[in-house]
């Protein structure tokens, strides 16, 4: 047999043996996806496993309980942490994520992935209508409520109040995910081919419903939820201010060094 049809059929057996396992992958999902879904997903945890040597915690029973409208709230570490996140999660998360991020080139993936891009100006408002509505369909967002990554390592940021008005008006439940052990690096692209010892925990999810708070409350409760699971120190960027469009029903966060952030 010429060397050409061994590799034909080493190729064959390859893409025949990815298939079976992404679709043996899919089915740990909710809802369970096909086999490209699950190709996909299976390259996001082996990717986390294998360069980040991700340690994955879950609270007991915590997968069991994630059915309905849910809000995934990270501190932000990395680039990588969405990848980190969605690696483990059993149902299939849309990040909202920095129009400024986008690359055009990686439309596919974006659009597979379901990101959520909220422009950080007023214009992002239409982003965080998509957010409710996916919401309001029973689907689940993940948001950074710091806004960016923090600067340095080992040190949160303030929570942006508008996390807190996205709970309260939408009456969806948080599942808190914390993140360390990422690669410390200049950029958030630098972290995807850097190597690190990453953990991810997933903790119970919160009910403020339950709890009968305002939305502010909710920023700072969430804040200083996350400064006892991380041990860290919550630094400053600045005073804040809180720009309200009634007519969109939106909350725009605006830092005083002119940036913003969407929350």
């Not at 190729?11 to 043996?24: E, R």
């Amino acid at each position: 047999m010429s060397p050409l049809w061994l590799i034909l059929i080493a190729a064959i057996c390859i893409v025949g043996g990815l298939m079976i396992a992404g679709g043996q992958h899919g089915r740990t999902k909710k809802p369970q996806v096909g086999v490209f879904d699950g190709f996909m997903f299976l390259v996001g945890y082996l990717y986390s496993k294998i360069m980040h040597r991700a340690e994955f915690q879950v609270e007991d029973g915590v997968f069991e309980d994630i059915d309905g409208p849910m809000i995934v709230v990270c501190n932000h570490t990395c680039g990588i942490d969405p990848f980190l996140v969605s690696a483990i999660m059993p149902r299939r998360i849309s990040w909202l994520m920095a129009e400024d991020m986008r690359l055009p080139w990686l439309g596919w993936f974006w659009n597979w992935a379901g990101i959520i891009f909220v422009a950080r100006n007023r214009h992002g408002k239409s982003g965080i209508r998509k957010a409710r509505a996916h919401l309001t369909n029973n689907g689940m967002i993940g948001i950074f409520p710091e806004g960016k990554i923090e600067r340095p390592a080992g040190r949160l940021l303030p929570f942006a109040p508008g996390v807190g008005v996205l709970v309260k008006r939408t009456g969806a439940r948080v599942l808190p995910v914390v993140i360390d052990g990422t690669p410390d690096v200049p950029t958030a692209w630098d972290s995807i081919w850097t190597s690190s010892n990453a953990r991810v925990r997933v903790m119970k999810p919160i009910d403020y419903n339950e709890l009968g708070i305002g939305s502010a409350e909710i920023a700072k409760d969430l804040e200083s939820r996350y400064k006892g699971w991380t041990g860290w120190e919550v630094g400053s960027r600045g005073s804040r201010e809180v720009i309200v469009d009634d007519a969109s029903d939106e909350v725009v966060h605006s830092i005083k060094d002119g940036s913003r952030q969407i929350a």
